[in-house]
């Protein structure tokens, strides 16, 4: 079957979900960098900066937990491919005007299909590390902006989100 541009690629003519079929495509270097943030008292930000939190490192835990998110995407997401992933980068940025967490994962594959989910779910993951590391301390806090920033590679080509300018990934 031939996609009409702007179809769906995972749903069958049928209806029905379907994972995508890559095998014809060419494999191509792919990167993609998503973000997001968590929003907390400041106290509950000074206690994960000074390691006053009592399960630990939070940053440290919440990048291994990105990290491991990413690898596990295609377990979590039913119709994600399982991908060989070159490289994953998670950085954590506590931010006092928010005050926060910003979290920013950047995955690279060379394979035949992206690495956006990829991408994603190691940021949300590392967010929920945060806010389980310090729930004991502020229940209130507050995921948000989880979002693709940019890709590249592949038959869709680059993208990047309007506020991140046109660099691409």
């Known amino acids: 079957m031939t996609r009409r541009k702007g179809s769906l690629t995972h749903v ?9 079929d890559v095998s014809a495509k060419a494999e191509t270097r792919r990167v993609a960098r998503a973000s997001g943030m968590i929003r907390m008292r400041a106290a ?3 206690a994960i900066l000074n390691a006053q ?13 990105g990290v491991m998110a990413a690898k596990k995407t295609a377990e979590l997401i039913p119709l994600c491919h399982p991908l060989m992933l070159d490289d994953i980068q998670i950085d954590l940025t506590p931010d006092g005007s928010i005050p926060g967490v910003k979290v920013e994962a950047t ?3 060379t394979g035949r299909t992206g690495v956006e ?8 993951v590392a967010l929920l590390t945060v806010y389980d590391m310090a729930k004991a301390l502020d229940r209130g806090m507050q995921i948000s902006d989880i979002s693709l ?9 680059d993208y990047a989100r309007l506020d991140e300018g046109s660099s691409g990934a």
Not at 12 to 20: L, W
Not at 53 to 63: E, I, N, Q, W, Y
Not at 117 to 124: D, F, K, N, Y
């Open 12 to 20: 069958a003519e049928s209806g029905e979900a379907r994972m995508v």
């Open 44 to 46: 509950t930000l000074a």
């Open 53 to 65: 939190v009592k399960k630990g490192d939070v940053l440290g835990t919440a990048r291994i937990a």
């Open 107 to 109: 995955v690279t594959t």
């Open 117 to 124: 989910m990829e991408a994603l779910t190691a940021v949300s």
């Open 149 to 157: 920033l940019a890709k590249s590679g592949g038959l869709g080509g």
